[in-house]
Every structure is written in structure tokens, then in C-alpha cells.
């Protein structure tokens, strides 16, 4: 990677254009030039130091959230749901079955939250 200095709104230009992006986080920082620990980095300085209200906040990029139910099940491994393309179970049990339908840009954000580290 280049050591090129960036300004914050470069910065805030490269965060926010990532969600719309379609690639994973290894392919975007390759496509800017950056790590992908530089990326995390100034995603998390920005939403620190991001006021809604101000001049210097975050436009909201993402798309509107979809809440689907859930259920709880503890029981031995089952077999994976009719129409299921994956089944993805984590190694605390929580299992994610993907259908044949789903869209490819939610699963990918699905799946970076889940590798974000949980806040003490």
C-alpha cells in the first residue's frame, strides 16, 4: 500500500463508498490503495467524531434496515432448511440459512457485521 496522505473528507469519501461498492473489504482497500486495518481505522474515527447534526457527519448510505423473525433452537444439528443454498452455523451455534433467493449485497453486510469486534 502507498504511504499518501488523505484528507478526512478522502477518508469519509472511501467509508461511505464502500457499502455500495459490491466487493469485500480486501478488494475495495486494493481498488484505494489502503489496508484493510487503515480501513477500519478511519471507519471507526468517523463514527466517533461524527455529529448527525453537523457539518462534518456521515451521510447515511445504508439501505433501510429489514427485520426478519428469528428463532431460537436448542437442539442437536438438524439438517439444513428445504430451499436453503448455505447453512452457515458459528461456533457459538448461532446458525444463518441463506435461501436460493437471496441478495448477495445484504449477506456480505451480514457478514461484516458479524466480524466486527463487540464493544466491552
Same mark, same amino acid.
Given at each position: 500500500?502507498?504511504?499518501?496522505?488523505?484528507?478526512? &473528507? $478522502?477518508?469519509?469519501?472511501?467509508? &461511505? %463508498?464502500?457499502?455500495?461498492?459490491?466487493?469485500? $473489504?480486501? $478488494?475495495?482497500?486494493?481498488?484505494?490503495?489502503?489496508? !484493510?486495518?487503515?480501513?477500519?481505522?478511519?471507519?471507526?474515527?468517523?463514527? $466517533? %467524531?461524527?455529529?448527525?447534526? %453537523?457539518?462534518?457527519?456521515?451521510?447515511?448510505?445504508?439501505?433501510?434496515?429489514?427485520?426478519?423473525?428469528?428463532?431460537?433452537?436448542?437442539?442437536?444439528?438438524?439438517?439444513?432448511?428445504?430451499?436453503?443454498?448455505?447453512?452457515?452455523?458459528?461456533?457459538?451455534? !448461532?446458525?444463518? &440459512?441463506? %435461501?436460493?433467493?437471496?441478495?448477495?449485497?445484504?449477506?456480505?453486510?451480514?457478514?461484516?457485521?458479524?466480524?466486527?469486534?463487540?464493544?466491552?
Amino acid at each position: 500500500m502507498t504511504d499518501q496522505r488523505r484528507t478526512r &473528507e $478522502q477518508w469519509r469519501d472511501i467509508v &461511505e %463508498g464502500f457499502p455500495e461498492s459490491g466487493l469485500t $473489504q480486501a $478488494q475495495y482497500g486494493a481498488r484505494h490503495a489502503i489496508s !484493510v486495518t487503515s480501513f477500519h481505522r478511519w471507519r471507526e474515527r468517523l463514527r $466517533q %467524531g461524527a455529529d448527525p447534526r %453537523g457539518p462534518g457527519a456521515l451521510r447515511n448510505v445504508a439501505e433501510p434496515v429489514r427485520l426478519l423473525p428469528v428463532e431460537e433452537v436448542h437442539e442437536a444439528p438438524m439438517a439444513p432448511v428445504a430451499g436453503s443454498a448455505l447453512t452457515l452455523v458459528l461456533a457459538n451455534g !448461532v446458525r444463518l &440459512e441463506v %435461501g436460493t433467493d437471496f441478495e448477495a449485497r445484504t449477506l456480505r453486510r451480514v457478514l461484516e457485521i458479524l466480524q466486527e469486534p463487540v464493544a466491552a
